[in-house]
């Protein structure tokens, strides 16, 4: 199983970009990086995804190395309202069993 | 609106009942999936479906159990036998053609406490 590793928590002020990275050492072959946001008490919504190199779409920017052991998502100028924990999940490929979501990273954004 | 829909919100059960949380999703998406989520901590699957009267125990099953009569519902009964069931519970759900790549499309979630 693909294993991930994200720092527990961070800050940053409004209008700062914001850049998470997760590791994944064991990543598979076949594994998609997909990351999620989650505001207290709904479902994890679904923010960037990628398979190598860089990706970037309305919210986000997600950075694939080439060995791919690991990915940041970038986050640009936040806001008050990107307070929330944001996951990295790493898929292997089979439907789903096997996705594996850590603690994740809490992001306080300060004013 | 396409989406997926859980209820109830909030529930309460005494100790010794069993429950069951439905979800519904009228995406058209072949696989379903339910997590739980305790406070701080990540999803843990406990159990997913890719088909109509197929489903697959995830690494908390225990306790647990669903069915998968209609592709668009999959309701998990919390039985008597899991032992600390208070916890938030997710329902999620992917179309068979992305469902490898971890693109999945959660609900609101149901927030369960034993009283």
Same mark, same amino acid.
């Not at chain 1, 979501?101 to 992001?107: A, D, E, H, N």
């Given at each position: 199983?693909?294993?991930t590793?994200?720092?527990?928590?961070?800050?940053s002020?409004?209008?700062?970009?914001v850049?998470?990275t997760c590791s994944?050492?064991?990543i598979?072959?076949?594994?998609?990086i997909?990351?999620?946001?989650?505001?207290?008490?709904?479902?994890?919504?679904?923010i960037?995804?990628?398979?190598?190199t860089?990706?970037?779409?309305e919210?986000?920017?997600?950075?694939?190395?080439?060995?791919r052991?690991?990915s940041?998502?970038s986050?640009p100028?936040?806001?008050?309202s990107?307070?929330?924990?944001?996951?990295?999940?790493?898929?292997?490929?089979?439907?789903?069993q096997n996705f594996v979501?850590?603690?994740?990273?809490?992001?306080s954004?300060l004013? | 609106?396409?989406?997926i829909t859980?209820?109830?919100?909030?529930l309460?059960?005494k100790e010794g009942?069993?429950?069951?949380? @439905?979800? +519904?999703?009228?995406?058209?998406?072949?696989?379903?999936?339910?997590y739980? *989520?305790d406070?701080g901590?990540g999803l843990r !699957?406990?159990?997913?479906?890719?088909?109509?009267?197929?489903?697959?125990?995830g690494d908390?099953?225990?306790g647990?159990?669903? @069915?998968? +009569?209609?592709?668009?519902?999959?309701?998990?009964?919390v039985?008597?036998? *899991?032992?600390?069931?208070t916890?938030?519970y !997710?329902c999620?759900?992917?179309?068979i053609?992305?469902?490898?790549t971890g693109?999945?499309?959660?609900?609101e979630?149901?927030r369960?406490?034993?009283?």
């Open positions: 199983l693909a294993k590793t994200q720092p527990i928590s961070m800050d002020y409004e209008g700062q970009e850049n998470i994944h050492n064991n598979a072959t076949n594994d998609y997909t990351w999620y946001q989650q505001f207290p008490s709904q479902g994890p919504r679904f960037i995804q990628g398979y190598k860089k990706v970037t779409n919210v986000a920017s997600l950075f694939i190395p080439a060995d052991k690991s940041t998502l986050l100028r936040v806001s008050l990107d307070t929330a924990v944001y996951y990295c999940l790493v898929g292997d490929g089979y439907y789903g979501f850590g603690p994740g990273t809490r992001l954004v004013p | 609106d396409g989406g859980q209820s109830p919100k909030y309460f059960r009942q069993n429950v069951t949380l @439905s979800c +519904e999703q009228n995406l058209n998406h072949d696989a379903m999936y339910w739980r *989520q406070p901590q !699957l406990i159990y997913y479906s890719q088909i109509v009267n197929d489903f697959q125990k908390i099953a225990e647990y159990s669903v @069915s998968r +009569e209609k592709k668009e519902s999959f309701p998990l009964t039985t008597s036998a *899991q032992k600390n069931p916890a938030f !997710l999620a759900s992917s179309p053609d992305t469902a490898n693109e999945l499309f959660f609900g979630g149901s369960l406490t034993v009283l």
